[in-house]
Nanobody, 122 residues
Framework: QVQLVQSGGGLVQPGGSLRLSCTVT????????IGWFRQAPGKEREGVSC??????STYYADSVKGRFTISRDKSVVYLQMNSLKPEDTALYYC?????????????????WGQGTQVTVSS
């Protein structure tokens, strides 16, 4: 079964940077899209970014375009977060959508990481 283990997160000042990591088992063996979601208190879960295993095609939410970068190195997917804002504060999850070969976050994701807190505050 696919497992996702996250690392990173923490407290960072506005304008700072943080990198999240998601290690995915069997990533290279399946057609899969890995996505990053976030959920802040009182808000709906938001799809932030995703990347495909087939050709590394990517998607970014408008709220993070130009600031966040998703990338993949073998079975590890990263979310590099620059120019962080207080509104980026949320619990961040990585997730895998099996069989998904286009970068979309509007389809069900099958497996989820444990989540990691990102707090942007001075």
């Amino acid at each position: 079964q696919v497992q996702l283990v996250q690392s990173g997160g923490g407290l960072v000042q506005p304008g700072g940077s943080l990198r999240l990591s998601c290690t995915v088992t069997r990533f290279s063996l399946d057609y899969v899209t890995i996505g990053w979601f976030r959920q802040a208190p009182g808000k709906e879960r938001e799809g932030v970014s995703c990347i495909t295993s087939t050709d590394d095609s990517t998607y970014y939410a408008d709220s993070v375009k130009g600031r966040f970068t998703i990338s993949r190195d073998k079975s590890v997917v990263y979310l590099q977060m620059n120019s962080l804002k207080p509104e980026d504060t949320a619990l961040y999850y990585c997730a895998a959508a099996m069989g998904l070969i286009v970068p979309t976050m509007d389809r069900p994701y099958d497996y989820w990481g444990q989540g990691t807190q990102v707090t942007v505050s001075s």
